[in-house]
């Protein structure tokens, strides 16, 4: 599975983004995609997971009500639509394939891209 994603950029705080990003290699249909992020100096963190059909979301406390997962199977693509930005949603954003509960708790994946970085100016 290989991800590329696109449409970071510098934004104002209480802006908005949409990320994208397109999967290729085996069935995109079939498994569960997420988005996960990593500031300067920080570990990376989940930030939203959608199941294989699109009918299940998940997302991190800290953008429930701000970001929405969501996907397009005939476009092996999956995006994340970010509104009202804050400067604390600075970070590289990574998106991940067959994303799943993680053994010591959370989520991982097996599948990552290169990651796109989002910048929040206050």
């Known amino acids: 599975v290989q991800l590329v994603e696109s449409g970071g950029g510098l934004v104002q705080a209480g802006g908005s983004l949409r990320l994208s990003c397109a999967a290729s290699?085996?069935?995109?249909?079939?498994?569960?995609m997420g988005w996960f992020r990593q500031a300067p100096g920080k570990e990376r963190e989940f930030v939203a997971r959608i199941t294989w059909s699109g009918g299940s979301t998940y997302y991190a406390d800290s953008v429930k009500g701000r970001f929405t997962i969501s996907r397009d199977n005939a476009k092996n693509t999956v995006y994340l639509q970010m509104n009202s930005l804050k400067p604390e949603d600075t970070a590289v954003y990574y998106c991940?394939?067959?994303?799943?509960?993680?053994?010591?708790?959370?989520?991982?994946?097996?599948?990552w891209g290169q990651g796109t970085q989002v910048t929040v100016s206050s």
């Open positions: 991940a394939a067959v994303v799943r509960p993680a053994v010591r708790g959370g989520w991982d994946a097996d599948y």
């Open positions: 290699g085996r069935s995109f249909s079939s498994y569960a």
